[in-house]
């Protein structure tokens, strides 16, 4: 068998894989699943909002087929003017996490840039196959466009944003309201986003068993929620942004990802696709960065400039 090369992982991330293998091991199979849910379930958020001026308010709203899904508004202290917004959707794989999973990072937002977050507990796979999380998430920018007046916002400055899973849904909810017509996006921010179905890569290719989601994960993500779908021929864009043919039209796109995980090539691509398209992308590809690095070892050199990066071209898009 062929020795498998690949990018070496940064020494100081390196150092956390073990650490982060027994919270989120390598290679998740369906038989994990119900692990993962336990062990990638978020701490409870008055922890995490403890020392924090942000006030929490949740609600349900209709989501696909219109059943209630719950979303929370997370808004600064205080305020005077009609804020920028960020629909956040969660990591996890599309089979795990909550609305609150990762979140940290945002919460940054709203003290620093005064923006209302708005998160969602979109359904999960394998119970909900497409499109039942794609469709909850658009339900929830309509909501939150809808609601502009009450919850104090800017229609014209609503960004959203998703990390994994969730960057491949918010690429997918920048498509759906192109060509639907629907509420106007400023921002798409795509961390390390899983976009593709196909599992064609060379960078799928070279991380299999090592590091966090590898090759085995992603197929396992991909297929409970597209079922014998995934693929084929029959892979809506909106579920898989990698499928779309035309990227034009789409709002300015932040892209960050590790130049050592399985989503690195895709994510590259479809950055240099929105500029064929003649869009608007700023990517950033993190030498050494295995998946999730800046959620999974926030204090590392490495982290610190992803953070920063994300943090800059977030203030300016919400600020123009």
């Known amino acids: 068998?062929?020795?498998?090369?690949?990018?070496a992982f940064d020494p100081e991330l390196r150092a956390g894989l073990a650490v982060v293998g027994g919270m989120f091991p390598p290679t998740i199979t369906p038989e994990l699943i119900g692990f993962m849910r336990s062990s990638y379930a978020s701490p409870p958020l008055e922890n995490t909002l403890a020392n924090r001026d942000v006030v929490r308010t949740d609600a349900v709203i209709r989501g696909h087929a219109g059943d209630p899904v719950e979303i929370s508004v997370l808004s600064p202290g205080a305020r005077t003017a009609p804020a920028p917004a960020v629909l956040f959707i969660h990591s996890g794989g599309l089979l795990f996490g909550d609305r609150f999973s990762g979140i940290d990072l945002i919460l940054d937002w709203i003290e620093r840039f005064g923006a209302v977050v708005v998160t969602v507990e979109y359904r999960l796979a394998p119970e909900f196959r497409d499109p039942y999380a794609r469709e909850d998430v658009y339900a929830a920018l309509e909501w939150t466009a809808a609601q502009s007046e009450q919850l104090g916002i800017r229609s014209d400055r609503i960004v959203v944003?998703?990390?994994?899973?969730g960057g491949g849904l918010a690429a997918g909810l920048a498509l759906a309201a192109r060509d639907r017509g629907g509420p106007v996006l400023c921002g798409q921010i795509l961390d390390y986003p899983m976009l593709d179905d196909r599992g064609l890569t060379a960078s799928t290719a070279q991380f299999d068993g090592i590091g966090v989601w590898d090759r085995v994960s992603n197929e396992t993500g991909w297929r409970a929620f597209l079922g014998d779908a995934v693929g084929g021929n029959d892979?809506?864009?909106?579920?898989a942004p990698a499928r779309a043919t035309d990227l034009s039209g789409l709002p300015p796109a932040f892209i960050d990802v590790g130049a050592a995980e399985i989503f690195r090539d895709e994510a590259?691509?479809?950055?240099?696709?929105?500029?064929?398209?003649?869009g608007d992308a700023e990517?950033?590809?993190?030498s050494g960065g295995f998946h999730a690095f800046d959620i999974f070892a926030p204090h590392t050199t490495l982290a610190q400039g992803m953070i920063r990066a994300r943090d800059a071209w977030v203030e300016k898009i919400l600020a123009d």
């Open 1 to 7: 068998m062929a020795q498998v090369v690949r990018p």
């Open 283 to 286: 990517l950033h590809v993190w």
């Open 161 to 165: 944003a998703g990390a994994s899973a």
């Open 235 to 239: 892979v809506s864009p909106y579920a």
């Open 268 to 278: 590259i691509d479809y950055a240099n696709r929105i500029w064929r398209a003649g």
